[in-house]
């Protein structure tokens, strides 16, 4: 029996395909051989981590806690494992993604090296032919695309790209060895979650760093450090019941400092300092928590964001500067990000922050980047540009279900699937965090463990009824389609240009993308299976 690693001499036939060895991919490997399934996973990269395999740019970090960033369906696993930092860095995530992988003997199962190009319908047989580069295909009843929701990475088309002599890297794709910036002159492109957390440090070690701005960023302070020993045993004490409230939560986590059940709108001035100074001081995520119509209502938004620019004016010295930080869109609406430094790093001598709403990149040369202002000389660049989210992993595979319709046409008009788990036309093609489901907006190992999960009893469900398909029916998509906006609708998500609405990829079309609220989205889930598998067709 084969070992697993690159290559493609494993079994060409299987029950199941997984796409994709992350979060999502290797918990969902372990339920198929649970549930005696014969499975295989295809992975581009060389090991296990997803995200945490590319992402290796310096600073990179969860910003959802660790002890709430991690997989809770195996209570030994979560026992066992010791986090060290309130917010684990990157290299923490990926060793524990490797004892898990371990731990569950999983990688003798999945293929590395190997990239799905295609996943094709053979509707006389019912199976799914995925094929693979640099060779070889599987045949497979079902497909489980794992493909991360952010792990296509996002490279803008800029004049004159090409002419650039000197090193480029993107943050999602960080070279396994690192990167020495000392006595370097750096330019950072972008000012999302990726470049919050790496230009602090950049800074630190460059020469000089320009960092190129096209929209401010809100932040708030991660305050990371060292986890308290004794705050990590309270929580193993009691694990299933943090989970369970977390679970609970809008979003799948804070479940230790819930949100207050108090609109902004109707709190006091007094109030509204006093929650704010609090959760700024607690730090982290649950900072949108403070009231509960932070995203409803644009005058309670309007609190918060004055508050954080409050704060911003403290932390850096130079009002110009601090202008042009200055985000103007409602905070929450693009993902808010954690941080360590960020702002004060525009304090240091050698940082310099370019707006290219003032002054837009023109061009690259072969020695740096020239905007309609000047020419900045740099020796590397950093595109922290994040992801062609949600879709891009799909977008990039070939696949093609009843009729031989590829996947891109029927989501022309931006994705449609039913809760977020599968799209009508593409039977027994099961999408992990999909579009139209929590994913991003949520703690995503909670949205993905439900996932995995009802993906899981689907298929039991099948074997037991004797069924061997199940599909989307249409009308329940499209009436899916339409809640999923109209939840967006009712809240101030889709007032900014993000990348939840594919606004950041040139040319995607601008749909909202996940659904916010991960309880009432359970619910459904549930209910839907207790009728029957509601708005799917079995046979
Ligand atoms: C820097 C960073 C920090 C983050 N922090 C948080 C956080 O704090 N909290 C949170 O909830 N979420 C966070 N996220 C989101 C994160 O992506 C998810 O939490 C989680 O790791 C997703 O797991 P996944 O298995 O679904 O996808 P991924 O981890 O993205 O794994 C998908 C895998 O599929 C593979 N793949 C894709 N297409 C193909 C193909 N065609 N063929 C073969 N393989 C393919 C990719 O190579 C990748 O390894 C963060 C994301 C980033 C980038």
């Not at 409602?330 to 940082?351: H, M, Q």
């Not at 899981?456 to 009308?475: K, M, N, P, V």
């Amino acid at each position: 029996m084969d070992q697993g690693g690159r290559g493609v001499e494993q079994p060409s036939e299987v029950d199941v395909v997984i796409v994709g060895a992350g979060f999502a991919g290797l918990y969902m490997l372990h339920r198929c051989r649970q549930r005696g399934l014969t499975a295989r996973v295809v992975e581009a990269g060389d090991d296990v981590g997803g995200t945490w395999y590319w992402n290796r740019y310096p600073g990179a970090r969860c910003d959802v806690e660790s002890l709430e960033y991690s997989y809770g369906f195996d209570d030994a696993l979560q026992q066992e494992w010791e986090w060290t930092e309130r917010y684990a860095g990157q290299p923490e995530i990926l060793r524990y993604l490797q004892h898990v992988a371990e731990r569950f003997d999983l990688r003798r199962d999945i293929t590395f090296g190997a990239r799905v190009t295609a996943a094709v319908l053979d509707e006389a047989t019912g199976t799914w032919t995925v094929s693979l580069d640099p060779g070889g295909a599987v045949t497979a009843s079902f497909v489980v695309m794992a493909t991360g929701c952010l792990s296509s990475a996002n490279v803008p088309d800029l004049p004159g790209a090409a002419s650039f002599t000197g090193p480029t890297y993107h943050t999602g794709r960080w070279p396994h060895e690192g990167v020495d910036f000392t006595g370097q002159r750096v330019g950072v492109i972008g000012t999302g979650s990726s470049a919050v957390q790496s230009i602090p440090l950049i800074a630190e070690q460059a020469a000089h760093l320009t960092v190129f701005q096209r929209t401010p960023t809100y932040t708030v302070p991660a305050w990371n450090g060292p986890l308290d020993p004794a705050e990590q045993a309270a929580v193993k004490a009691d694990y299933a019941g943090l989970r369970a409230a977390n679970r609970a939560m809008f979003s799948a986590f804070g479940g230790r400092i819930p949100r207050r059940d108090q609109a902004a709108r109707d709190a006091t001035e007094e109030e509204l300092d006093a929650e704010y100074e609090r959760r700024w001081a607690l730090g982290g995520l649950p900072f949108l928590a403070a009231f509960n119509d932070l995203l409803l209502d644009p005058v309670a938004n309007e609190t918060a964001r004055r508050f954080v620019i409050g704060k911003l004016r403290e932390i850096v010295h130079d009002p110009t500067v601090a202008d042009r930080l200055t985000p103007d869109h409602v905070i929450g609406c693009k993902r808010l990000c954690v941080d360590s430094g960020y702002w004060a790093t525009f304090n240091r001598p050698n940082v310099t922050l370019v707006d290219l709403r003032e002054t837009p990149i023109e061009t690259l040369t072969p020695t740096g980047i020239r905007t309609t202002a000047a020419d900045h000389d740099l020796d590397a660049i950093v595109y922290a540009t994040g992801f062609d989210a949600m879709t891009g992993a799909l977008s990039r595979i070939d696949v093609r279900g009843r009729g031989g319709q590829p996947l891109g046409e029927a989501w022309a008009a931006g994705p449609r699937t039913y809760l977020g788990l599968m799209t009508h036309g593409f039977p027994n093609l099961f999408l992990v965090t999909g579009p139209g489901s929590p994913s991003v907006l949520a703690n995503m190992i909670e949205a993905i463990q439900q996932h995995v999960e009802w993906i899981d009893r689907c298929l039991g469900d099948l074997a037991a009824d004797g069924l061997q398909q199940i599909d989307a029916d249409a009308d329940a998509q499209d009436a899916w389609v339409d809640h999923v906006n109209g939840v967006a609708g009712a809240t101030l998500f889709p007032t900014c240009s993000s990348w939840y609405l594919g606004a950041n990829v040139p040319g995607k079309t601008r749909v909202f993308m996940p659904l916010a609220g991960f309880p009432p989205y359970v619910e459904v889930c549930e209910q839907v299976v207790a009728d029957g598998y509601r708005g799917f067709r079995r046979r």
